[in-house]
């Protein structure tokens, strides 16, 4: 399995534009990237997934390079409300079986008035 | 949809004693997995069910048991109940397609004493 790197925490202020690196050195070429986020207390909840260039929903937007050995999250103008911890995955999907999902430490973005 | 449930919410027991997580998923998923989550580490996987069998399982002891019932519910039971088992347990709920997203319940707050 592809081990993720990840920043620990990041601070940022109300209103700015967000984006959190992850180190994907080892991904295969059957890879995605996933992101979750987490609140305290809360399960992790799915933001986005992609496996080259660039991804864009409703809620954030993930550039891959085209070596895929990293990938950004980026999350536009946050608010309070995007304090957690953002945790990036990589692994294969299957048509056969529901995916294992491995989980490193995450990334504590705390955002500040 | 009420989404993935969790029951209990939270729970306190001793150590040597046995207990029973609840889960009932997503409506129409057919896949439970579950999750272990240590204060401030990443959830980390215990096992999945489908058609009412464990499909996979992570690097847990034997006393981490499962059972998936016909109309896709899950229970985690941990027997021998140790210090290190107090955690936030997380179920997941998806499709076997493993290119479908999970989504989470909001966990069970274990603390054993």
């Known amino acids: 399995l592809a081990k993720t790197t990840q920043p620990i925490s990041m601070d940022s202020y109300e209103g700015q534009e967000v984006n959190i690196t992850c180190s994907h050195n080892?991904?295969?070429?059957?890879?995605?990237i996933t992101w979750y986020q987490q609140f305290p207390s809360q399960g992790p909840r799915f933001i986005i997934q992609?496996?080259?260039t660039k991804v864009t929903n409703e809620v954030a937007s993930l550039f891959i390079p085209a070596d895929r050995k990293s990938s950004t999250l980026s999350l536009p103008r946050v608010s309070l409300s995007d304090t957690a911890v953002y945790y990036c995955?990589?692994?294969?999907?299957?048509?056969?079986?529901?995916?294992?999902?491995?989980f490193g430490s995450g990334t504590q973005l705390t955002v500040l008035p | 949809d009420a989404g993935v449930t969790q029951s209990p919410t939270h729970l306190i027991k001793t150590r040597g004693q046995q207990v029973t997580l609840r889960c009932s998923p997503k409506?129409?998923?057919?896949?439970v997995s579950w999750y272990q989550q240590a204060l401030g580490q990443g959830p980390q996987f215990i096992f999945q069910?489908?058609?009412?069998?464990?499909?996979q399982r992570g690097n847990f002891p034997d006393r981490f048991s499962g059972h998936q019932f016909p109309n896709y519910s899950s229970e985690l039971n941990v027997n021998a109940l140790l210090l290190g088992d107090s955690a936030l347990y997380l179920c997941?709920?998806?499709?076997?397609?493993?290119?479908?997203?999970?989504?989470f319940g909001q966990g069970t707050r274990l603390t054993v004493v």
């Open positions: 997941a709920s998806s499709l076997v397609r493993g290119d479908t997203e999970a989504f």
């Open positions: 069910y489908y058609e009412e069998e464990e499909r």
């Open positions: 995955l990589v692994g294969a999907l299957s048509s056969g079986s529901a995916r294992q999902l491995t």
């Open positions: 409506s129409g998923h057919d896949t």
């Open positions: 992609g496996y080259k």
């Open positions: 080892n991904i295969a070429t059957n890879d995605y």
